[in-house]
C-alpha cells in the first residue's frame, strides 16, 4: 500500500469567501423587503453582523475579552461597549 497517496475524496474544497456569504444575505434581505424601502440598512446590517461575530469570536477565545479584541483588531475597551450596547454582557 502507498502511504503518500492522497485520497481526493479528503480534500477540502476552497472555501467562498465572507463576503459572498454577506452579499448573499443582503440581496436575500432586500428581496424580503417587497419593493419597501429602509432608511437605516447601514445600522442594521453592521448590528446583524457584530452580534455573531462578537459571539463566536469569544467563544473561540474563551470568553477572553482581550484576546478577543486582539483577534478582531479593535481595543478591548471598544469590544466591551459593544457587547454593552448589543446586550451580550
Same mark, same amino acid.
Given at each position: 500500500?502507498?502511504?503518500?497517496?492522497?485520497?481526493?475524496?479528503?480534500?477540502?474544497?476552497?472555501?467562498?469567501?465572507? $463576503? &459572498?456569504?454577506?452579499?448573499?444575505?443582503?440581496?436575500?434581505? @432586500?428581496?424580503?423587503?417587497? =419593493? +419597501?424601502?429602509?432608511d437605516?440598512?447601514?445600522?442594521?446590517?453592521l $448590528? &446583524?453582523?457584530?452580534?455573531p461575530?462578537?459571539?463566536?469570536? @469569544?467563544?473561540?477565545c474563551? =470568553? +477572553?475579552?482581550?484576546?478577543?479584541?486582539?483577534?478582531?483588531?479593535?481595543?478591548?475597551?471598544?469590544?466591551?461597549?459593544?457587547?454593552?450596547?448589543?446586550?451580550?454582557?
Amino acid at each position: 500500500m502507498n502511504a503518500d497517496r492522497t485520497d481526493s475524496s479528503t480534500r477540502e474544497a476552497p472555501r467562498t469567501p465572507l $463576503r &459572498e456569504h454577506v452579499a448573499t444575505s443582503i440581496q436575500r434581505y @432586500l428581496g424580503d423587503l417587497n =419593493g +419597501n424601502d429602509t432608511d437605516n440598512l447601514y445600522e442594521v446590517a453592521l $448590528r &446583524e453582523l457584530e452580534i455573531p461575530l462578537f459571539v463566536e469570536v @469569544l467563544n473561540f477565545c474563551d =470568553g +477572553n475579552q482581550s484576546r478577543a479584541a486582539a483577534m478582531l483588531g479593535i481595543h478591548r475597551a471598544t469590544l466591551r461597549k459593544k457587547l454593552r450596547e448589543y446586550g451580550l454582557t
